[in-house]
């Protein structure tokens, strides 16, 4: 036994010493020195210069100059170094929570420790966000666009016949050309247009391609990941779509040929529920999901991805259960949009879901009518129901005969809430404003969303109260051992991830879309328009993005670890699964979520 | 006062009988020992591993240390030597968890007795139960360089028993182990137990009763003493 190993193997556990090798840790071990503070003592101010401490025993109260709460540390834990509390690094004070025996380093010596080792020093002064921002950063590699070409564009220029196309595609056998004009991509003709527009219309093949392709075709950057290229085409319905590079095009890519690249892409679901007839199919293929959706987050996914192609396969099992009813029902009596709120809005489900959704009416429904949305939504949302996305407890549901009203109705609804504010229907209210059209008439939708997101950007008192109901979820401020601390010294048990942590984020987020009329729900997308629109700086936006990222990576993969072992996935994490990184780097984030709370309560001087 | 000028006197008289280099330095050191504070008193914390309790026949096998200044104990200081002995282990190995063949890999007694009392000069000893631990080094100090040193200590199990005479706390048997005054003053739990790791548990233990008795100030030492 070495004279220092009782020093170094507890250092070991501490991070960062961790990363420190024997000889590194040893020689921090031969300076630090032994001290005892019985509860209640001041260890230090940090007037003083600290140099750096760590718990051996007990626990230690951080306090700031005012005495006020800040934080608690109990074994294996630092303090004496800047630390960041809500988001600005203070002085404070160090007490004695409990008995402690503290280790303490000297200034010099801390100071040495962080010159020999440039990781060590790094983790001391790295400012919250390059540490939420680091952690984000998960290593995985992205099969891109570029690498599935299997061969060159077949390009034929705009003033050849549809006769030379025809040619040109049977001779390099493809279905598909690409046509130029001046260098540059001017449209697409595929074997259906050719059908469609010239054979089924007796068209003379003499006439030029120009005249029956699809002009300005949507177009796929070489470098984009195959997750992304999938869901544009699934969402746009689109089967061909050419790749090009600085403007030039590669080549072209069909859906099929994205998802044979991969043996079991998450989105060939989205295929199958396509193909199945009946409500019994669509179930025995809903117990895919969580195998689906453990892979999805093991593969390293980024979570944005995993948010959006998770939305995409509950939208392809609601529009194929409203096709299923309509086939029973006949066509629907008037137009007609089934609207989504919440994380189907938003694009951001995860394993655990419940469903949120509602009928948007062209005009008052007669009596009949009613009766066919009735059983229309009946079937859908007990479909839903069954398939896993459980009944919304708040009741926000086609089903419930609120939330299937007429445009007007609906308009009436959103007048309501932000006319005559109070806190309770404006925390009901806000799932609302995020809002997306799966099927039927977009533009219903559309006009919906126009006219709420106006009305709450022209209504500042509303704002208000939304903004007191977004500083409501605060997130915790950190650990002390098995418990989340409260920004109040108090403990609690267990943390909800959601609400702790994502619900923040998204709120904070759609305050911002409504200050700047972006109507777009997708937290991301909206933190991309708020910042292009000047609502939010580069930076907030960053932090908010890297903050919801890092949270949604901890929340996925612990829901996925959940589903591995059988159990169901839950938001809650019990903070002695959170490894010591993990703390730290939720730790960091939520301090970036209370720094832009702190910022919106300034605004609106609510507190 | 008069107890420490008594010490002062025996040890520097000692001092120039001394046959070796470094216990001779140590009691010189002794005759102008200071014993002010807790926080400004350099310390040595220090146990023993023994083949058995009668120093007439049982022997030392281990001798761990570590220094106490200002009130914190350096880490850096700590020492932790295994002394070469001729006779086996026996009985002791299965609480030392030490074999004969690590003994048997130690230093000589002589040189972990010189190394000790290098260390130790103008310091305060601390032992808990000191009574043993210092008969055990007097009498191995008469074997190598003919003379008794004399000891400043404080014993921690004393001052904790003393204190809980004083509050009238009842004291049962194995209450002054030195992991159950720990485990009252909430120190760290040592799994594992070796002459070094008691003489560092001593040390944190004296910090502890130290801030407990003296919670604003730092602890007067001399009405703690003990001479031997």
Known sequence: MHDLSLATEFLHTAPPFNTLDVDELQSVARKLEAAYYPQGKTIFSSSESAGLAVIRKGAVRLLDEQRRFLDKRSEAELFGHRIWFHGEQKNYVAEAEEDC??????????????????????????????????????????????????????????????????????????????????????????????????????LDP???????????????????????????????????????????????????????????????????????????????????????FERMVNLGRDVEQIGRMVTHITDAFTVKLIQLVQQELGEAPMKFAWVVFGSQAREEQTARTDQDNGLILERKADEEEVTYFAKLSEFVCDGLDQLGYVYCPGEIMALNVKWRVSLAKWKRHFDQWIDEPEPKSVMHSSIFFDMRCVHGEKHLVDELLEYATKRAKDNRIFRRFMAANVLSHRPPIGFFRRFVQEDDGTQSEGLNLKHRGIVPITDLVRMRALESGVKEANTFSRIELATQAGAMNESDANSLRDALILINQIRLAHQAEQMKNGQKPTNFVPPEELSHLMRRNLKAAFMLVVEAQNALALRYQVH | MLQRWRHGRRCRKLAGFSSAPE????????????????????????????????????????????????????????????????????????????????VAAGDELEFGLAELFRAAQGRIWIFHHAGLDVGFLKKACEQWAGVTPGFMVLDT????????????????????????????????????????????????????????????????????????
């Open chain 1, 101 to 202: 025996l503290i280790w303490h380093l000297s200034e010099a010596g801390f100071n040495e420790l962080c010159e020999r080792n440039p990781l060590i020093g790094e983790y001391f002064s790295s400012h919250l966000k390059t540490r939420v921002s680091a952690a984000t950063q998960v290593s995985h590699s992205v099969t891109q666009i570029r690498d599935l070409l299997r061969r060159g564009p077949v390009l034929i220029d705009s003033t050849a016949s549809i006769r030379q196309a025809a040619r040109l595609m049977s001779s390099e056998n493809v279905s598909s050309v690409l046509v130029m004009q001046d260098q540059a991509l001017v449209g697409i003709a595929t074997d259906k247009d050719l059908r469609q527009r010239v054979l089924a219309v007796d």
């Open chain 2, 23 to 102: 216990l001779s330095n140590y009691l010189e050191s002794c005759a102008s020992l200071a014993a002010d504070r807790l926080d400004n008193t350099p310390l040595i914390s220090v146990d023993l591993e023994l083949t058995g309790l009668e120093k007439e026949h049982d022997k030392i096998i281990a001798i761990g240390w570590t220094l106490i200044e200002d009130g914190k104990i350096c880490l850096g200081s700590n020492r932790h030597l295994l002394i070469n002995i001729d006779k086996s282990v026996g009985a002791s190995a299965a609480i030392h968890e030490l074999m004969d063949s690590e």
């Open chain 2, 157 to 228: 199990l004393r001052i904790e028993y003393r204190l809980r005479k004083r509050r009238e706390v009842p004291v049962k048997q194995g209450d002054l182990q030195l992991s159950e005054i720990r485990r009252v003053y909430g120190l760290p739990r040592y799994t594992a137990h070796n002459a070094l790791i008691d003489a560092l548990a001593t040390a944190e233990l004296m910090l502890a009763i130290g801030s407990r008795m003296e919670p604003e100030g730092s602890l007067k030492l001399a009405p703690h003493l003990k001479f031997f």
């Open chain 1, 206 to 292: 003499a006439k030029s391609i120009a005249s029956v392709m699809t002009e300005k075709p949507m177009t796929l950057a070489a470098n984009s990941g195959v997750d992304e290229a999938l869901l544009l085409m699934m969402r746009e319905n689109y089967h061909h779509l050419p790749v090009v590079e600085d403007g030039e095009p590669l080549g072209l890519v069909t859906a099929g040929d994205l998802l044979r690249s991969q043996s079991e892409h998450p989105l060939r679901l989205v295929r199958d529920i396509h193909k199945k007839q009946s409500l019994d199919q669509l179930v025995h293929l809903s117990r895919r999901l969580p195998s689906l």
